[in-house]
């Protein structure tokens, strides 16, 4: 089963060559061998089996509830679930059980799909590394590979703090899926965070229009700006899951009104008549040789191909980072602040006052980055501050949103872009730098597109010289999700993007778990 796609495995369920019982044991057997990855945080293993033989008795009785039948899935630790743990990953949230599912969970449970787990995240959704969490940092699957390791050996670099970063914050949701311990995942998208993972995870990435998939359930950090995303090995596998979760929700008001048709993407597909947009701006500072290189082959291709691809502009993306670290620490200022320890989540045993228990709660529940955020959203929310920065910050946004409007008014169907600067760092590469900043240099290319609202999938193009994945986005209009993922389909149809070698991975798992126990106390 190493490498198959969702379709693959549903024909093979279908088909009878495996069993979701036997499929699930695999996965579950699979995710203890992977431990050291760390990307699970919660694994119901009674819970998955009971929800696997369901599904084979469905199967048996030829009552398949469709494609996600028997289906092992994952779902971040910020959704949530019924009777399961969900934390965020912060001791905000620990020991916390929902009493109800997510939308977007429940329509995944009442399709068939089995869930084998909640994955690891940076604390509450804030980062672009996954290295924030009460559960440790997460390890990306491909620093594992033979020929990573070789390098490193090379260049005599194999030490502790040389292991992978995942990206972030889903981070824990791509390593599932690119580790293969599932095959599709719900992460959760406010400037990038399925994107980003996705991208240095060698797997696709999709962030839906704002409205095309229901909120309510997800564990809010910026509400205007959140999404749940899916994380798949192929862009088919994609449209699978959407057309499961997209669909409006009672319970959600920014959902779509009118009812969602869920859709299959052709297998022959002609971009000859496709523009595709190619913004100047996204030339930025810090953009590697590589990812440049692999963002200029990407254009060539669709060149060749007969597309028109043109440059254009979208002169405010300059303002994008400032303007979406003011929105973002606003809206993070006011949905922690149910969090007290008279209410919601953790309270501290200090009771001398209420001030002191509040104050003493807030230092033990929340991390340095999302205190700094709540610090920070709240100066910008001050009497006297909040025409200058938030009031300025939403024109800019609109601004921002206006040259996605002008450049798809020009005939342009879809831009090409970079997801990330370069590969995925080392950790040691990673904090030499603080969260916040780490996380404005990380979402450059991706987090315009929540303030705008947009459709945005990444697809792995190649691997770069130190044999790390790289990748390219796709951005597409409001709700023609359907046209965005068709032209990610024919771009992927022509790569050659090589599978991980999960053999390889389990070959090292000893070595690795011993690495990862000296690494966890850095």
């Not at 009674?46 to 092992?72: C, F, K, N, W, Y």
């Not at 981070?171 to 240095?200: E, I, K, W, Y």
């Not at 980072?321 to 929105?327: E, K, T």
């Not at 990380?442 to 947009?454: K, M, Y």
Request: proline share 4%; charged share 20%; glycine share 8%.
């Amino acid at each position: 089963m190493w490498g198959w796609t969702l379709k693959e495995v549903t024909r093979a369920l279908q088909e009878g060559q495996i069993s979701p019982t036997e499929l699930c044991q695999r996965c579950l057997s699979l995710i203890k061998k992977t431990a050291f990855l760390n990307a699970y945080v919660t694994v119901p293993e009674e819970l998955a089996m009971q929800q696997a033989i369901a599904a084979e008795q469905r199967l048996q009785r030829g009552e398949s509830t469709g494609p996600l039948d028997g289906v092992p899935v994952a779902v971040k630790d910020n959704f949530s679930t019924a009777g399961i743990e969900t934390t965020c990953a912060s001791n905000m949230l620990k020991g916390y059980i929902p009493p109800f599912n997510a939308t977007v969970v429940q329509r995944l449970l009442d399709q068939g799909a089995v869930l084998m787990g909640k994955t690891n995240l940076d604390e509450f959704a804030m980062g672009s590394g996954s290295i924030d969490s009460i559960f440790g940092p997460v390890q990306n699957p491909w620093g594992y590979s033979e020929q990573y390791r070789e390098r490193l050996i090379h260049d005599q670099k194999l030490e502790d703090s040389n292991w992978v970063i995942a990206g972030g914050s889903s981070g824990g949701s791509a390593v599932a899926v690119a580790s293969q311990t599932c095959f599709a995942s719900l992460g959760s998208d406010t400037g990038g965070s399925t994107r980003n993972p996705a991208a240095h995870c060698g797997i696709v990435g999709f962030k839906s229009s704002y409205g095309l998939l229901s909120r309510h359930g997800l564990i809010p950090l910026v509400n205007s700006m959140d999404v749940p995303g899916i994380m798949t090995r192929c862009v088919d596998d994609v449209s699978t899951v959407l057309g499961t979760l997209a669909g409006h929700d009672p319970k959600d008001s920014t959902t779509i009104q009118d009812p969602f048709e869920p859709f299959e993407l052709p297998d022959e597909i002609d971009v000859r008549n496709l523009c595709v947009g190619i913004p100047k701006e996204y030339h930025a500072p810090g953009l590697s040789s590589e990812a440049l290189k692999t963002w200029t082959k990407a254009a060539d291709l669709f060149e060749n191909a007969g597309a028109r691809v043109v440059e254009v502009s979208l002169p405010h993306t300059q303002y994008s980072i400032v303007c979406y670290h003011v929105l973002c620490t606003t809206e993070v200022a006011s949905n922690m602040a149910r969090f007290d320890g008279l209410e919601y989540g953790h309270r501290s045993e200090i009771k001398s006052s209420t001030e002191a228990l509040y104050a003493a709660t807030r230092h033990e529940g929340f991390n340095d980055a999302v205190r700094g955020r709540i610090l920070a959203g709240n100066y910008f929310l001050l009497k006297q501050n909040y025409d200058r920065f938030f009031v300025k910050a939403q024109k800019v946004r609109r601004l921002i949103a206006n040259d996605f409007l002008k450049v798809f008014g020009s005939g342009i169907d879809v831009l090409l872009t970079p997801t990330t600067l370069s590969d995925a760092f080392t950790y040691h590469e990673f904090v030499k730098e603080d969260n916040r900043t780490r996380s404005a240099e990380e979402d450059i290319f991706t987090q315009s597109v929540n303030l705008a609202g947009l459709p945005a999938v990444t697809v792995p193009t190649a691997l770069s010289e130190r044999r790390l994945p790289l990748s390219v986005q796709f951005i597409g209009q409001a709700f023609c999700d359907k046209q965005l993922l068709t032209v990610a389909k024919w771009f992927e149809q022509q790569m050659n993007f090589p599978r991980i070698d999960i053999e390889g991975l389990l070959n090292h798992c000893t070595e690795h778990d011993k690495l990862h126990n000296s690494v966890g106390t850095v």
